[in-house]
């Protein structure tokens, strides 16, 4: 089988098959060294690895432990969550894109095949298996697969080259700063968390005295303009904040503002003949959840289940599956709703109102 994305959450699902004698192939579009988003990993995501990884990952110089998250949401004091009281007792901030290379061999070594740099030219459906066609850096890979996995994040390209679309709940993107020389803002590799009227911001230190900033709106809101309108218009953004712009100094470094989608969406439908979608091809949840990472690891052996029914003769397996996707989303969206209506210093500011006011 075909597994199309080299993330957390193909490489997880790549794991379990893997390890059933399974030829697996994973295809990666990158090489492993570009930006990656995405970093903070609670206990549940720690416990998963665990369990996919043995020879832990996660317990080195390239990530740092979070004892945390301290939210500013709802109300002037602290919403603390502190993971010393979970089974695992500990979460972490990782470091990507070395977390996912480190799971690629984790990955290697599970006996799967991984291809880098690699692009899917083509895929044919047979009735009963793909012709797939890959260029890699060494040469051109035709594949046979019997079911082929879109693992390719919130683009889910492979589905929608199938026909199924993106339908989206929200217009969120988040601005993000990625920086070095970090200042010792929070104790513990502690997550912030801050609710401004227009937004919402996000902060955790990294390995290494780095530091990830983002702050997420929605994208009329951005500005109009260049690099240098932006970086003005989110350094005023971080001014009105209490907390999160505190002690900050040289507050844009490194590789300056990268602006990324950041919305809850989901596929309109995440399976085919001879296809599915899982991690954020699927669903891909609002940042604040925090849940990313975690949610592709989690889904390994649930999606890997899926796969083997539908690799033994199992008709309808895909159908039931596209199925529990909606059902998931709507439940988190409820969820969703839920927590957004406990901030309510700004009932008349556009960002709340369009979350409070959703069904």
């Known amino acids: 089988m075909l597994i199309i994305g080299g993330g957390p959450a193909g490489l997880a699902l790549a794991i379990v098959l893997s390890r059933t004698g399974l030829d697996v192939w994973v295809t990666e579009l990158s090489n492993y060294t570009q930006l990656r988003i995405g970093e903070h990993l609670p206990p549940s995501g720690v416990q998963a690895l665990n369990m996919l990884v043995p020879n832990n990952l996660l317990f080195n110089e390239n990530h740092l432990n979070s004892s945390g998250v301290d939210a500013y949401w709802g109300h002037l004091a602290p919403n603390r969550m502190d993971y010393l009281f979970h089974p695992i007792g500990v979460g972490v901030n990782l470091s990507r894109p070395a977390f996912d290379r480190d799971l690629a061999l984790g990955c290697r070594e599970a006996g799967a095949n991984i291809v880098l740099s690699t692009v899917l030219l083509s895929a044919e459906w047979k009735r009963t298996y793909w012709l797939a066609t890959l260029k890699s850096l060494s040469g051109i890979i035709d594949l046979y697969p019997k079911l082929i996995v879109d693992a ?47 937004g919402w911001w996000y902060r955790a230190p990294l390995a290494s005295d780095r530091s990830v900033t983002m702050y997420m709106t929605d994208a009329d809101m951005l500005p109009r303009g260049g690099k240098a309108t932006l970086h003005a218009w989110w350094i005023n953004q971080l001014h009105k904040t209490n907390h999160v712009g505190a002690n900050m100094t040289n507050c844009v470094s490194g590789r300056g503002l990268v602006v990324r989608c950041a919305r809850s969406q989901r596929l309109s439908y995440a399976s085919g003949d001879g296809w599915l979608a899982v991690g954020d091809a699927a669903i891909a949840l609002d940042p604040l959840a925090s849940r990313g990472i975690s949610k592709g690891l989690e889904e390994a052996w649930h999606s890997a289940d899926i796969v083997l029914r539908y690799l033994s003769g199992s008709a309808n397996v895909l159908h039931e599956y596209a199925d529990k996707v909606i059902q998931s989303y709507s439940e988190y969206k409820k969820l969703r709703h839920s927590y957004y209506l406990t901030e309510t210093r700004w009932p008349m500011a556009k960002f709340w109102r369009r979350r409070q006011y959703q069904t």
């Open 152 to 198: 390719t994040g919130r683009r889910a390209r492979f589905a929608r080259i199938q026909g199924a679309s993106v339908k989206a709940d929200d217009q969120q993107f988040a601005v993000i700063n990625m920086r070095t020389n970090r200042n010792e803002f929070v104790d513990g590799g502690r997550v912030l968390i801050e609710a401004t009227e227009n």
